[in-house]
C-alpha cells in the first residue's frame, strides 16, 4: 500500500504529499525548498589550480574536525565554496588551520543568505531549465550568489533528480520560493 508521506507544520493545514510518482511535468518543471539563514564560506588559493592533490579534503576536514554540518560544497578552479548554517567567525579558524598545514588561502564569508535548491525530474530533458529558473530570481530582484548542480548519474543504481542549488539573500526567498512555484511549480500548485 503506497500512501507516500504527508510534509506540514504540526497542527497547521493538509500539508504536502510527497509519493514516488513526480508531479513535475515539461511545463511545470520543479519543486523548490528552501534553507536558510546559512553562511556561505569561500576559501581561495592559486595553489588550487596547480593540481595541488587534497586541497578541497584539507578544507572540508577543517568543518569535520570542528563538527560544524556542511549544507552544500560548490568548486572552481581557484576556489571551494562551502555552505553551512555555522557562524561566530568560523572563517578565522578556516584560514588558520589551513596556514598550519602550508596554504595561503583568501577564506572570505558570506552572511545573510539562503540556500534554495530547486528539483524535478523533468530538468534533464528540458532544454533552458536553468535559464527559466534563473529569469524568475531576475523577476523578484533577487542576485544569484552562488549556483551548485550535482551530477544526476546513477552511482550504485541509485539515481538522484536532477537539482540546482542556489544561494541568494535572504531577504528575497520568500518571494523567489513563491515565483518558481508559481511560474515552474507543479500544476497542482498552480490556482
Not at 513526480?22 to 569561500?42: D, F, H, L, M
Not at 576559501?43 to 579534503?57: F, H, K, Q, T, W
Not at 578565522?92 to 595561503?104: A, D, I, P, S
Amino acid at each position: 500500500n503506497k500512501k507516500g508521506i504527508v510534509v506540514k507544520d504540526i497542527g497547521e493545514g493538509k500539508g504536502t504529499r510527497i509519493g514516488e510518482k513526480s508531479q513535475t511535468t515539461k511545463e511545470r518543471i520543479v519543486a523548490a525548498v528552501s534553507v536558510g539563514p546559512v553562511n556561505v564560506y569561500t576559501v581561495r588559493d592559486p595553489l588550487m589550480g596547480s593540481g595541488e592533490i587534497g586541497y578541497a579534503n584539507k578544507v572540508l576536514g577543517v568543518f569535520s574536525e570542528n563538527g560544524i554540518p556542511i549544507l552544500d560544497i560548490a568548486t572552481g578552479a581557484n576556489r571551494i565554496s562551502v555552505t553551512s548554517r555555522h557562524a561566530n567567525g568560523f572563517e578565522r579558524v578556516v584560514k588558520k588551520r589551513l596556514t598550519e598545514v602550508g596554504y595561503n588561502p583568501e577564506v572570505a564569508v558570506r552572511e545573510g543568505k539562503s540556500s534554495i535548491t530547486v528539483t524535478g525530474d523533468s530538468m534533464s530533458e528540458v532544454p533552458g531549465s536553468l535559464n527559466r529558473i534563473t529569469g524568475v530570481l531576475a523577476s523578484q530582484g533577487a542576485t544569484v550568489r552562488g549556483i551548485s548542480q550535482p551530477d544526476e548519474e546513477k552511482v550504485a543504481g541509485i539515481g538522484d533528480s536532477p537539482s540546482v542549488t542556489l544561494i541568494v539573500d535572504t531577504d528575497k526567498v520568500n518571494s523567489v520560493v513563491k515565483s518558481l512555484y508559481e511560474e515552474l511549480g507543479p500544476a497542482s500548485s498552480k490556482s
